[in-house]
Structures are given as C-alpha cells and as structure tokens.
C-alpha cells in the first residue's frame, strides 16, 4: 500500500524558511512523479510544485517561484519543499502528492492526476 508521510511544518516569521519533507512507501519511488500542494483557509486546494520521477523536471506555480525549490532523493524515497523568504500568504497546509506515470521526465501540475496523498502538515507565517 502507497502511504505519504509529510513532515516539517511549523510556525515561521514573514521571511523566515521551513523545510518540508514527504516520506513514501513505494517499492519504485522513481515511479512516481511528486507534487506539492497546498490549501489555505476557506480556499480551494491549489498546486504548488511538482517534480518528475527522475528529477530531473520541475515546475512551480508563479507565486513561489524564486521562493520555493522542490527536490527529491530516490534512495531515501523522499521528497522535499524548501520554502524560503516566507510571506503570510503561504500560510496553509501542504500536502504532498503522488502521481503514477510511465515517463520519468514528466510531471503534472493536475490534482486530480494524483491519486495519492499525504495528510498534510500545517504551515503558519506570521507578519
């Protein structure tokens, strides 16, 4: 059974960095493509970022780009969000996600391509 296991969320100053990661239990981690996503209060989940099963490829929508930088280690089937020069408007919970794909350099930006999640963890910054 595929499980997403998030952690490092937590309370940060406007500015400050956190660094999210997401543990997986999957047999072929290089598999999967990963994303991020996240949902702030009273709003819909939206993208974040996302990484393809090689690493090779990654996107990131445009109000973290510059900010935030997705990567992935395979031989520890993890994958991070380093999140840096934090603004209050990041405040929500991210969820990281997987994506089964037959290409190893693609990547998908599509919530509903995800078909596994992790739980969350919440991210707070504070002006």
């Known amino acids: 059974q595929v499980r997403l296991v998030e952690s490092g969320g937590g309370w940060v100053q406007a500015g400050g960095s956190l660094r999210l990661s997401c543990a997986a239990s999957?047999?072929?981690?290089?598999?999967?493509?990963m994303g991020w996503f996240r949902q702030a209060p009273g709003k819909e989940r939206r993208f974040v970022a996302a990484?393809?099963?090689?690493?090779?490829?990654?996107y990131y929508t445009d109000s973290v780009k510059g900010r935030f930088t997705i990567s992935r280690d395979n031989a520890k089937n993890t994958v991070y969000l380093q999140m840096n020069s934090l603004k209050p408007e990041d405040t929500a919970v991210y969820s990281c996600?997987?994506?089964?794909?037959?290409?190893?350099?693609?990547?998908?930006?599509?919530?509903?391509?995800?078909?596994?999640w992790g739980q969350g963890t919440q991210v707070t910054v504070s002006s």
């Open positions: 996600a997987a994506d089964r794909t037959y290409n190893s350099g693609a990547y998908s930006t599509i919530e509903d391509e995800y078909g596994v």
């Open positions: 990484i393809s099963g090689s690493g090779s490829n990654t």
């Open positions: 999957i047999r072929t981690f290089t598999n999967y493509a």
